[in-house]
């Protein structure tokens, strides 16, 4: 049984096509990793890269990546609309198959170590493989942005994990940790007041007394003039999906508004959505390890 | 890209050990093929092996079994509840992955030959390899089972596709054929009366008018006693999973009773769950190939 881990690499490059080619070049170059999905914005600038592999490989292919984007970004040049605090702004990596988090903790580390070692690039342990629950968050972690990670690093409690209290003068600092995989989920209503899905954000997410481990923000889809309560789902197992669905079901109503659809952005593991289908068909004792097929086939 | 066919072949022995070893041993001996699971229900005189494998090796396990079961049991002293006409029953060849219908009924003529050239057992093609829509269903197939096989086979439409006609004298007589990957699905009703879960069943069923891919019975779960209507969903993507729970649902209301729960037995592949997840969250254009994680992960 192969142990396979998912990393998602953030980089602060969403615009320079040459730069963002050398990255998949450099993401499809390592054996025994699968570069599955890169997608970039220009306005953000930023590009995010999805890959998979055995455990040697994407520790190997993380580093490799983190490298080139040191040698290829300047941020003191940099500028886009996503908050970022270095060339490569964050690398999560994530346990697919027969891997534990404790081990993905483990590769966190080595590559933090080995980043920081050979490219004096400062890091901050994050989510599972943060040191202190104020690391957790990335959002806590990066505040201040490159621009201001220079005083930030001078406070007593913002040392870096790895490297001195001082960024690299045009990498920055980069987040490394492992997490939980994370499925990207919107739910769209039939209203074009934006209010209604702020309100119900705000419900739904931990952080203001919502299910702990769903994030979420209302917006409007200007496109087509609906209200949409757009929602990061960090822990599947904990908040499943259709928990945050009939919560929005249920609070849209007080003011008489309904669901429309939703919306599952880029990847999810399977059993985020076959957990949804056992709560809805009812289904007793189902033992997704052993009762769903392809948990069979994966070498 | 490994080609994935799954072979699901019924034994007409489900209590002597000896021979259900033997059969685990065969069917653990060939290369590229891997053994999910097997069952044996003594009382159905009845043993169920799931195999999943390569072109090559599934054919070969296939065959090696029925040889064996061939060697081992005799049809002519062979008792059990279930409906059977040979040692070796049916055997079933599903596509799983990187496989079309049309080559796994390529396969299921390939290993039909074989079985007849070498070990003289006459074989009907059925389901997706049937040669007539008459051929297509097993029960009508098997019908006057092992002991009326011969005066079956004199008939002027039951010629074998592969044989003579004339079943071989303790082996009787095999189906082999192509066929979608079949769920088996059971709703559990709050009530102890039969009657309503056999007229529900007849409802969702297609041989009496409801859902084409759908076949059902209703029965008493006597050690619960709830009634449940018994499903094989033979093409959860012709007839989904959620269509029939929720029909089941509203038919149920005309006699006051509820949807207690729902069993799925054995395997199922993971997109008949996965099509139920975007039915009740209501996701609009989701792209399960591409979307699933372990989509990408299957060598």
Chains 1, 2 share one sequence.
Request: charged share 25%.
């Amino acid at each position: 049984m192969a142990k396979l881990v998912e990393c998602i690499p953030n980089f602060s490059e969403g615009q320079n096509q040459e730069v963002i080619d050398g990255l998949v070049k450099t993401a499809t170059s390592i054996p025994g990793v699968s570069l599955l999905d890169h997608s970039s914005d220009p306005s953000h600038n930023r590009s995010v890269f999805t890959l998979v592999g055995d455990e040697n490989g994407i520790q190997e292919v993380a580093f490799q990546l983190v490298k080139f984007a040191s040698e290829k970004i300047d941020m003191t040049k940099q500028h886009g609309e996503h908050p970022r605090m270095g060339a490569t702004d964050v690398v999560p990596f994530v346990p697919v198959k027969d891997v534990t988090m404790e081990e993905c903790i483990e590769i966190s580390k080595k590559v933090a170590e080995r980043i920081n070692r050979e490219l004096s690039i400062p890091i901050f342990l994050y989510e599972e493989s943060a040191a202190t629950p104020d690391r957790k968050n990335l959002a806590k972690v990066r505040k201040g942005q490159f621009e201001g990670m220079p005083e930030k690093l001078k406070e007593p409690e913002w040392a870096p994990d790895y490297g001195e209290r001082k960024i690299h003068p045009t990498a920055g600092i980069t987040a490394v940790g492992a997490r939980m995989p994370l499925v990207a989920f919107n739910v769209n209503l039939d209203t074009d007041n934006v209010e209604i899905a702020k309100k119900i954000a705000k419900v739904v997410r931990g952080s203001s007394g919502g299910f702990k481990y769903c994030k979420g923000i209302g917006l409007l889809l200007e496109d087509r003039n609906i209200a949409q309560v757009s929602m990061n789902m960090v822990n599947y197992e904990g908040t499943p999906l259709y928990r945050t669905f009939e919560t929005i079901r249920f609070e849209a109503k007080r003011y008489g508004v309904g669901i429309i659809g939703s919306e599952v952005i880029g990847l999810t593991p399977a059993k985020a959505l076959i957990d949804c289908a056992e709560y809805y068909l009812q289904i007793e004792d189902f033992d997704e390890k052993k009762q769903v097929l392809e948990n069979h086939l994966l070498g």
